[in-house]
């Protein structure tokens, strides 16, 4: 009953435990690539658009060449009517249109402001913001272009003119991901919630594997010792495996796809230990509540999408009903991805992020008496039965 | 065994079996909701943003009121320097700081078009993109009410002609199929199928499992395997296919969110969605024969499906790799018939393609009756009364003897 042959036992369950290694190793290999994959042009680029030119100027078609030139915006097809166009938009040959009106040179010169329509399919959000950031990049210069003639016209200088054609500028600076980038978006979350749902389902599996073995009247040194003594040794195991996982995910991947890494070293060590011994102790809790290992894998799959959604990175905290938002500070990966993202990506420092890491140490220290709990009543009732079979 | 005595088994199974039960009534409901409940506000509204204004004049005042009017936008916090509000918004206290600077009335009123900067936190993408358009807008409408009064004071009498000088070309933007661009019609739509998916998978997976349980599985499939793999499945199918009605019935029908295609379309292609993805569940299960390591699979498969889908992203641009997996998605060509029926209101026409791609997932359920077949034929044909036990009972719980 020594703490080595514990530690031996430990090993030889997690190690000739194929679903445990095909979901930790397996998964976490796998989801590198694989997850990144549908991101990896980063930018949706070219979106094809049809134009409805109804007054064939010479300028229309300059705004045409315009926005052609844009990297969002591809012109497909010219048409002749909105008709044409939404028909073409109904088969999904192009994903938005842009209408150029009658007389639109004429009224530019005229000064009446000719309206120019720009719309785009927001069945796909993505789709339709790049187009529309491209045709009114191009409408914008056009624009502004014309009121510099105007101006150099009535006798202004051509440099001031070009300077001064508008009473203020406005210059939009995008920080933290400052391409816009898909990957630099969606990777940095996603990546922790994968070692999160990675790790559970390993503690799960574990735990659950036994409890099963246990409900069937089998017994193991799971039985023998102390709870608190398999709580320790089996998260200090799973932790060893993950510092070198999670090192591989923050180190490797991220300079792979070139996803910064503003945190030092050590705040990002400061933060992982909580967070995984968190995930480790809810783990430990699920396996010894299921009857059957299997719904372990299965409850914390079922759990992705909603997690990721109530993450805060997607949808704004302030949008999401109270209840769902006090429901996801008890899960680990909501203070996990608040703090990595901000430590990593928005280099905040360890000061600004201190509640995220109090809110996992909190978690790991309620999680793990819960977990010694649940596994020591377990093993009553395993006993208690055994006593009674024999 | 008749065939509906068989599903009446099924649903006795069924009905014993908590686990089972929450997979078909109760969990797909909480996991609809809540999805529907993370996104009930629809349109994200008063967005936090930061300003240091350096100016403290009638001007800079009357722009931060101009943001803070921006239904997207809410002016939450003033800074006195930069580094103070670059400070919250590296902690994400806000998405935004807007810097006005010193002198900014003076230089507009001067003509020097003065520069008005905001850093935007764009790892928040889709935060990031509302808060961009939000501030353009209301800036462009600001400095067009500057630029026309301008020109009236240099002496165009008609408001129209001097806006017309401020603005030489207007734009109408119209975002079409969802025309307030409600988060809610856009992800929510998306994401439940995601989930449904998962669950239909999954629940295959342990229906079967459960006779595997009670008394092994090759005692199941001894007589016409086929027969009892389809009476195993067809009460499920029934029950999905109910539950994909109500989830659509509950967005377009309840919560009256706009739907233009036809219900008859959108039933059948669910109807093929749910039996691809049974396919799928009945070949990850005969195939492994172990519940743990098929759930296992079930995960891989189908976790990473919503960002394969196309929709957060558009498919065209992903690589080939990307595009493969996601052919091999039920869940994907589901998605585009229900796009296309919901928003564009399209033709039966536009629908068949992806029909015919979900209905090829027949060919996995052809290599899962197959494989039933097998275990049926090997069972059969062992005499040794010892080793027929041996295959019926298959060891599930290799692992955890150690």
């Given amino acids: 009953m020594s703490w080595r042959t514990l530690f031996k036992f430990e090993l030889t369950a997690i190690f000739t435990n194929p679903s445990l290694l095909f979901t930790v190793f397996g998964g976490v290999l796998i989801y590198s690539f694989l997850y990144p994959l549908p991101y990896s042009q980063q930018l949706p680029r070219e979106q094809t658009i049809a134009v409805v030119n109804l007054d064939n100027s010479q300028m229309?078609?300059?705004?045409?060449?315009?926005?052609?030139?844009?990297?969002?915006?591809?012109?497909a097809k010219h048409v002749y009517s909105i008709e044409e166009a939404k028909s073409l938009l109904i088969k999904g040959d192009v994903h938005g249109l842009m209408v150029i009106p009658t007389h639109f040179y004429r009224d530019v010169l005229l000064g009446k402001s000719p309206t120019v329509a720009y719309a785009g399919d927001a069945s796909y959000f993505l789709v339709y913001g790049t187009i529309v950031e491209g045709l009114a990049t191009a409408g914008g210069t056009l624009g502004a272009k014309a009121k510099v003639s105007r101006m150099v016209m009535s006798g202004d200088n051509l440099v001031?003119?070009?300077?001064?054609?508008?009473?203020?500028?406005?210059?939009?600076?995008?920080?933290?991901?400052?391409?816009?980038?898909?990957?630099?978006?969606?990777?940095?979350?996603?990546?922790?919630?994968?070692?999160?749902?990675?790790?559970?389902?390993?503690?799960?599996?574990?735990?659950?594997?036994?409890?099963?073995?246990?409900l069937q009247g089998g017994t193991g040194y799971w039985l023998r010792y102390s709870a608190w003594k398999i709580v320790l040794v089996r998260t200090l195991l799973l932790m060893l495996i993950y510092i070198p996982l999670v090192a591989y995910y923050f180190g490797y991947s991220f300079s792979s796809y070139h996803i910064s890494?503003?945190?030092?070293?050590?705040?990002?060590?400061?933060?992982?230990?909580?967070?995984?011994?968190?995930?480790?102790?809810?783990?430990?809790?699920?396996?010894?509540?299921?009857?059957?290992?299997?719904?372990?894998?299965?409850?914390?799959?079922?759990?992705?999408?909603?997690?990721?959604?109530?993450?805060?990175?997607?949808?704004?905290?302030?949008?999401?009903?109270?209840?769902?938002?006090?429901?996801?500070?008890?899960v680990p990966s909501t203070p996990a991805i608040n703090g990595f993202l901000r430590l990593n990506q928005m280099g905040a420092s360890f000061e600004q992020v201190i509640n995220w890491w109090g809110q996992l140490w909190l978690q790991a220290l309620v999680y793990g008496c819960i977990a010694v709990f649940l596994v020591k009543r377990n093993q009553e009732q395993g006993s208690v039965k055994q006593v009674l079979s024999e | 065994m008749a065939f509906s005595t068989q599903c009446y088994r099924e649903w006795r199974i069924l009905v014993s079996d908590s686990w089972l039960k929450a997979m078909v009534f109760w969990l797909p409901v909480v996991l609809f909701f809540s999805m529907w409940l993370i996104f009930s506000?629809?349109?994200?509204?008063?967005?936090?943003?930061?300003?240091?204004?350096?100016?403290?004049?009638?001007?800079?005042?009357?722009?931060?009121?101009?943001?803070?009017?921006?239904?997207?936008?809410?002016?939450?916090?003033?800074?006195?320097?930069?580094?103070?509000?670059?400070?919250?918004?590296?902690?994400?206290?806000?998405?935004?700081?807007?810097?006005?600077?010193?002198?900014?009335?003076?230089?507009?009123?001067?003509?020097?078009?003065?520069?008005?900067?905001?850093?935007?936190?764009?790892?928040?993408?889709?935060?990031?993109?509302?808060i961009n358009s939000a501030m353009v807008q209301a800036q462009g409408t600001y400095t067009a009410g500057i630029d026309t009064l301008k020109n009236m004071a240099d002496g165009s009498p008609v408001p129209l002609q001097a806006l017309g000088q401020a603005v030489p070309i207007q734009s109408q933007i119209t975002p079409l199929f969802n025309s307030n661009s409600h988060?809610?019609?856009?992800?929510?739509?998306?994401?439940?199928?995601?989930?449904?998916?998962?669950?239909?998978?999954?629940?295959?997976?342990?229906?079967?499992?459960?006779?595997?349980?009670?008394?092994?599985?090759?005692?199941?499939?001894a007589n016409s395997p086929i027969n009892h793999v389809i009476?195993?499945?067809?009460?499920?199918?029934?029950?999905?296919?109910?539950?994909?009605?109500?989830?659509?019935?509950?967005?377009?029908?309840?919560?009256?969110?706009?739907?233009?295609?036809?219900?008859?379309?959108?039933?059948?292609?669910?109807?093929?969605?749910?039996?691809?993805?049974?396919?799928?569940?009945?070949?990850?299960f005969l195939l492994t024969l172990n519940s743990t390591r098929a759930i296992s699979l079930v995960a891989g498969f189908t976790a990473p499906a919503f960002a394969f889908m196309g929709v957060t992203f558009p498919a065209t641009d992903m690589p080939f790799l990307a595009q493969l997996w996601r052919a091999m998605l039920p869940v994907s060509h589901y998605i585009e018939i229900?796009?296309?029926?919901?928003?564009?209101?399209?033709?039966?026409?536009?629908?068949?393609?992806?029909?015919?791609?979900?209905?090829?997932?027949?060919?996995?359920?052809?290599?899962?009756?197959?494989?039933?077949?097998?275990?049926?034929?090997?069972?059969?044909?062992?005499?040794?009364?010892?080793?027929?036990?041996?295959?019926?009972?298959?060891?599930?719980?290799?692992g955890t003897q150690a």
């Avoid at chain 1, 999160?196 to 799960?204: D, K, N, Y």
């Avoid at chain 2, 739509?189 to 599985?217: D, M």
């Avoid at chain 2, 036809?262 to 049974?278: D, G, K, N, P, Y």
Wanted: hydrophobic letters at 50%; charged letters at 10%.
């Fill in chain 2, 338 to 398: 229900q796009i296309q029926q919901v928003d564009y209101g399209a033709s039966l026409a536009d629908a068949i393609p992806n029909m015919i791609a979900l209905a090829c997932f027949g060919f996995v359920l052809l290599v899962a009756m197959m494989k039933a077949k097998k275990i049926a034929t090997i069972y059969n044909g062992s005499v040794n009364p010892e080793t027929k036990n041996a295959v019926s009972k298959h060891s599930d719980n290799k």
């Fill in chain 2, 183 to 221: 988060y809610g019609q856009f992800l929510v739509s998306a994401a439940i199928p995601a989930i449904w998916q998962i669950l239909i998978v999954a629940t295959t997976v342990l229906a079967i499992s459960a006779e595997f349980r009670q008394k092994g599985i090759s005692t199941w499939l």
């Fill in chain 1, 261 to 330: 890494r503003l945190a030092s070293i050590s705040d990002l060590v400061a933060m992982t230990i909580p967070f995984l011994l968190a995930v480790i102790f809810v783990g430990i809790i699920i396996g010894q509540l299921i009857p059957r290992r299997e719904l372990a894998t299965l409850i914390i799959l079922l759990s992705s999408l909603p997690l990721v959604f109530v993450a805060g990175f997607i949808w704004p905290v302030s949008a999401i009903p109270a209840p769902i938002n006090a429901l996801a500070q008890l």
């Fill in chain 1, 60 to 75: 229309s078609r300059e705004l045409e060449r315009m926005v052609d030139a844009t990297p969002q915006v591809n012109i």
């Fill in chain 1, 160 to 214: 001031l003119a070009s300077e001064q054609y508008s009473a203020m500028k406005l210059n939009m600076r995008p920080v933290f991901n400052p391409t816009m980038g898909y990957i630099n978006y969606v990777v940095p979350a996603v990546f922790v919630l994968i070692l999160h749902q990675t790790l559970m389902i390993a503690a799960g599996i574990l735990g659950g594997g036994q409890n099963e073995y246990r």
């Fill in chain 2, 231 to 284: 009476a195993k499945l067809l009460p499920y199918t029934m029950l999905f296919w109910l539950q994909g009605f109500i989830f659509l019935w509950a967005m377009y029908g309840v919560l009256e969110w706009p739907m233009h295609g036809s219900w008859f379309i959108l039933s059948l292609s669910q109807l093929l969605m749910v039996m691809a993805c049974q396919s799928m569940g009945a070949a990850f």
């Fill in chain 2, 41 to 130: 506000a629809g349109i994200a509204r008063d967005l936090p943003i930061g300003v240091v204004d350096l100016d403290h004049s009638r001007l800079s005042r009357g722009l931060v009121r101009y943001y803070d009017a921006s239904p997207t936008l809410a002016v939450t916090n003033v800074y006195t320097s930069a580094t103070e509000g670059s400070h919250a918004l590296k902690n994400a206290d806000i998405y935004a700081l807007v810097v006005l600077p010193a002198q900014l009335e003076k230089d507009t009123l001067l003509g020097r078009a003065p520069e008005v900067t905001a850093f935007y936190n764009s790892q928040y993408i889709l935060i990031g993109k509302l």
